[in-house]
């Protein structure tokens, strides 16, 4: 009987492990971004989801590619969204990470004031430029500009 037990013991112990490394695997292909889906010609941010001063990372599927942003209230009140990719480093595919008011290039180590990103920090190894437009709650990219950044990915 104990020794049943003991087996019964090591095979939930095998099977816990299996399906921890699965869910493990599951969880991390997943990473830092959320998926968006187009409505008509724009993809909608609500505000309220990026109000709060952390890069919000997302993913946009055009015809099988997909393409990274992200969105990150700075701390002049404005939206600031921009590829998570540069001229410089995105065969890498590292893209960025925020480090307080700053976004970090995960492949060179360079950091990029979030105050300062928009249209004339471009080129190098700044976040690739996305422009957006603000309409009450909502935060609008159009595809056409999401689809201009598929050549980082």
Same mark, same amino acid.
């Given at each position: ?5 003991? @087996? ?5 112990? %095998? &099977?816990? /492990? ?8 599951? +969880? ?6 959320? @998926? ?5 010609? %724009? &993809?909608? /941010? ?8 952390? +890069? ?98």
């Amino acid at each position: 009987m104990a020794r049943n037990t003991q @087996k019964f013991g090591i095979a939930a112990g %095998v &099977v816990a /492990l299996v399906l921890v490394s699965i869910i493990s695997v599951f +969880a991390f292909s997943l990473g830092k971004y959320e @998926k968006v889906k187009p409505t008509g010609n %724009v &993809v909608s /941010l609500p505000v309220a989801q990026v109000n709060d001063g952390k +890069a919000h990372f997302y993913k946009f599927t055009d015809s099988g590619k997909e393409i990274a942003f992200f969105a990150v209230k700075a701390a002049d009140g404005t939206i600031k969204t921009a590829f998570d990719a540069c001229d410089a480093c995105y065969r890498d595919k590292k893209g960025y990470e925020q480090q307080g008011d700053k976004l970090n290039c995960k492949n060179c180590n360079q950091k990029f004031a979030i105050n300062r990103l928009g249209p004339n920090a471009t080129g190098g190894c700044n976040p690739g430029y996305l422009p957006n437009q603000i309409s009450g709650t909502t935060v609008t990219i159009n595809v056409s500009d999401l689809k201009n950044g598929a050549r980082y990915f």
